[in-house]
């Protein structure tokens, strides 16, 4: 088997293969499910968004730093949400701060009609493609819920834009040995909006151990738990992987 999958995105990667760099952004898109169109073309995004005040703003910027490196081998571009709004890539949804990296499209318009290819090739390609596409759906939007206090790791959460991305992504995680808990889209029982789909990495120590995040915010989250539950963190880095890739253990 070769070392990359060929396989066509429908996105302009610069590239046939499904590599790693291109799996992570994969990854941070279909988690997203956003596209934007701008001057008669069609673009996708793989945003990184944080809360207020959960990430400062030099490891906001050090964050931004490290994707665009990776960005820079796919034909991505990569911008901060000041630069997004008002501008004809706005799509009205980066409003929380962070950045997003943007592809062309070559193709592909709807992200559920692209599932099945994309899944074919990933199963069919190394761990190290599918743990890159692992690492793109978490960075950017995965949130650690985790508690330094009660020195207690719950799961990694992310919020799917719907049950057929979520359940998706709930498949490569399993095949790739995740514990992972996945909960539908269901209705608020007060009414209103319905709740997301939400996907839950159960095993957060073994998922950092072996995966990582390359988030400084999310790094320095879970370094203080670490502390908290075993007097240490270590940092373990992993730039010849991913630039900025860091797993943790206590």
């Known amino acids: 088997?070769?070392?990359?999958?060929?396989?066509?995105?429908?996105?302009?990667?610069?590239?046939?293969?499904?590599?790693?760099?291109?799996?992570?952004?994969?990854?941070?898109?279909?988690?997203?499910?956003?596209?934007?169109?701008?001057?008669?073309?069609?673009?996708?995004?793989?945003?990184?968004?944080?809360?207020?005040?959960?990430?400062?703003?030099?490891?906001?910027?050090?964050?931004?730093?490290?994707?665009?490196?990776?960005?820079?081998?796919?034909?991505?571009?990569?911008?901060?949400?000041?630069?997004?709004?008002?501008?004809?890539?706005?799509?009205?949804?980066?409003?929380?701060?962070?950045?997003?990296?943007?592809?062309?499209?070559?193709?592909?318009?709807?992200?559920?009609?692209?599932?099945?290819?994309?899944?074919?090739?990933?199963?069919?390609?190394?761990?190290?493609?599918?743990?890159?596409?692992?690492?793109?759906?978490?960075?950017?939007?995965?949130t650690p819920d985790v508690s330094a206090a009660k020195q207690v790791f719950r799961y990694l959460s992310l919020d799917c834009p719907n049950n057929d991305i979520g359940s998706f992504l709930s498949e490569v995680m399993t095949n790739y040995g995740l514990f992972v808990n996945y909960n539908t889209a269901r209705d608020r029982v007060e009414g209103g909006k319905p709740r997301r789909p939400q996907l839950r990495v159960k095993d957060v120590e073994c998922y950092m151990a072996n995966i990582g995040y390359i988030s400084p915010a999310k790094v320095r989250k879970l370094s203080e738990v670490y502390m908290a539950k075993y007097d240490r963190a270590s940092v373990i880095n992993d730039d010849a992987f991913l630039p900025g890739l860091k797993y943790l253990k206590g």
């Open 1 to 142: 088997m070769p070392a990359y999958q060929v396989y066509n995105a429908g996105i302009n990667t610069g590239t046939q293969y499904l590599t790693v760099e291109a799996a992570y952004f994969l990854g941070g898109i279909y988690a997203a499910n956003e596209k934007v169109a701008s001057n008669g073309k069609l673009y996708w995004a793989s945003p990184v968004r944080y809360n207020p005040k959960y990430s400062t703003q030099a490891e906001t910027a050090e964050h931004f730093d490290f994707v665009r490196q990776i960005s820079d081998k796919v034909n991505g571009y990569t911008v901060m949400r000041d630069n997004i709004i008002g501008t004809p890539l706005d799509s009205g949804k980066n409003r929380l701060p962070g950045f997003s990296t943007f592809f062309e499209s070559t193709g592909l318009t709807d992200l559920l009609e692209g599932i099945p290819g994309l899944k074919d090739a990933l199963l069919l390609s190394t761990w190290e493609v599918q743990k890159a596409f692992i690492i793109g759906a978490m960075d950017g939007r995965g």
